[in-house]
T-cell receptor, first 117, second 111 residues
Framework: DAEITQSPRHKITETGRQVTLACHQT?????MFWYRQDLGHGLRLIHYSYGVQDTNKGEVSDGYSVSRSNTEDLPLTLESAASSQTSVYFCASSESFSSGVNYNEQFFGPGTRLTVL | ELKVEQNPLFLSMQEGKNYTIYCNYS?????LYWYRQDPGKSLESLFV?????AVKQEGRLMASLDTKARLSTLHITAAVHDLSATYFC???????????FGTGTRLQVFP
């Protein structure tokens, strides 16, 4: 069965360290997304990608970066972790409208709980 | 500004009762999605509504879409404890493959 996985599931790090969160999907979806979820803010889009070598900033991209070298993976890097980046991070993927589908249902990974001390 | 507003934000209801969660949005999208999230878990897709007047039902949950009013409803019939979760609606951002999510409705069903 196709799936989307994230690792690690839990991470504790220190302020100033670089952290990379992995996201891997076997749906063969072109679109991949990173969100963070915080109480009172719902889901906020960090970065997204519509295909290999394509990356775009979302509404809360400062301090984060992504790269897309293949269809399956979109790692999220925190360049210098800050306490404000303590959150739960979700990766999601979806088919793209350009592939002929007429809807944009996103499938979510299990999440990574990141704590920055 | 694109907005998706849900109400109520928190709903505590007794088992066996009926209730409706509302999702208002400001885009011109005719596609709307409902997700469920259990505490500490990920988001799970519940319904995909693709046109005006669309209605989908699964068990005690029924979702509908009125694109003219830019309103979707999630109706709960005879609530049971297993329905306790947070429910999110989301809509397409026009001319993109992105979604914008509502802030969620936390549903708690008690005996």
């Amino acid at each position: 069965d196709a799936e989307i996985t994230q690792s690690p599931r839990h991470k504790i790090t220190e302020t100033g360290r670089q952290v990379t969160l992995a996201c891997h999907q076997t749906w063969n979806h072109n679109n991949m997304f990173w969100y963070r979820q915080d109480l009172g803010h719902g889901l906020r889009l960090i970065h997204y990608s519509y295909g290999v070598q394509d990356t775009n900033k979302g509404e809360v991209s400062d301090g984060y970066s992504v790269s897309r070298s293949n269809t399956e993976d979109l790692p999220l890097t925190l360049e210098s972790a800050a306490s404000s980046q303590t959150s739960v991070y979700f990766c999601a993927s979806s088919e793209s409208f350009s592939s002929g589908v007429n809807y944009n249902e996103q499938f979510f990974g299990p999440g990574t709980r990141l704590t920055v001390l | 500004e694109l907005k998706v507003e849900q109400n109520p934000l928190f709903l505590s209801m007794q088992e066996g009762k009926n209730y409706t969660i509302y999702c208002n949005y400001s885009t011109t999208s005719d596609r709307l999605y409902w997700y469920r999230q259990d505490p500490g878990k990920s988001l799970e897709s519940l319904f995909v509504l693709l046109s005006n007047g669309a209605v989908k039902q699964e068990g005690r949950l029924m979702a509908s879409l009125d694109t003219k009013a830019r309103l979707s409803t999630l109706h709960i019939t005879a609530a049971v404890h297993d329905l306790s979760a947070t429910y999110f609606c989301a809509v397409d951002i026009e001319n993109t493959d992105k979604l914008i999510f509502g802030t969620g409705t936390r549903l708690q069903v008690f005996p």
